[in-house]
């Protein structure tokens, strides 16, 4: 049963960064794609971006373009997604899903993580 | 952008009743590329359905998708006390793939 388990809580300025990180157990990360979903208090979900390492194509939502960036580590079957500028709407809570890739780009998120809950405050 | 429009916001029914729920999107989603999941409180959300139809490992046959184009509808047969939840609809045909605001179904 693949699992996915993120880390922990994290509170932030304004202006820094955060970094979360996620990783698989009882499957692989690098023949997926990889992607990351966020969901703001008492809000719907809000696609982030993704990648998928072996085709070695990325894409993300137009208002995280620039800010974002997400990896992968084979070695650790790990993904890490990283967000700068933070401010206070960006408070949320985000998630990493395991994406099972239909064609190049097009895939359907299959197993989430557990939820990482970023706090941006002064 | 293809945004998803999903009705009623609020769907309120009893256990042994059926539910359906709603999803429209702003422009044709190409082969079918939408996908349901399940939120309960607290919890990440869970994948139901994908390619509209295809019901996701280990989920129960009273779950059914359905629909193309721009009109898709997730159906729950007969409400079971688990199924008491949010559902959400998203596309993943046209990036940025998006999200609908999704359903809550209460008792």
């Known amino acids: 049963q693949v699992q996915l388990v993120q880390s922990g809580a994290e509170v932030k300025k304004p202006g820094s960064s955060v970094k979360v990180s996620c990783q698989a157990s009882?499957?692989?990360?690098?023949?997926?794609?990889i992607t990351w979903v966020r969901q703001a208090p008492g809000q719907g979900l809000e696609w982030i971006g993704g990648?998928?390492?072996?085709?070695?194509?990325?894409n993300y939502g137009q208002r995280f373009q620039g800010r974002v960036s997400i990896t992968a580590d084979d070695s650790t079957n790990t993904a890490y997604m990283e967000l700068s500028s933070l401010r206070s709407e960006d408070t949320a809570v985000y998630y990493c899903?395991?994406?099972?890739?239909?064609?190049?780009?097009?895939?359907?998120?299959?197993?989430w993580g557990q939820g990482t809950l970023v706090t941006v405050s002064s | 952008e293809i945004v998803l429009t999903q009705s009623p916001g609020t769907l309120s029914l009893s256990p042994g009743e059926r539910a359906t729920l709603s999803c429209r999107a702003s422009?044709?989603?190409?082969?079918?590329?939408l996908a349901w999941y399940q939120q309960k409180p607290g919890q990440a959300p869970s994948l139901l359905i994908y390619g509209a139809s295809s019901r996701a490992t280990g989920i129960p046959d009273r779950f059914s998708g359905r629909g193309s184009g721009t009109d898709f509808t997730l159906t729950i047969s007969r409400l079971e006390p688990e199924d008491f939840a949010v559902y959400y609809c998203q596309q993943y045909g046209s990036s940025p793939f998006t999200f609908g605001p999704g359903t809550k179904v209460d008792i």
């Open positions: 009882g499957g692989t990360l690098n023949t997926y794609a």
């Open positions: 990648i998928i390492p072996i085709f070695d194509t990325e």
């Open positions: 422009q044709s989603i190409s082969r079918s590329y």
């Open positions: 899903a395991r994406g099972r890739v239909v064609i190049p780009a097009k895939y359907y998120f299959e197993y």
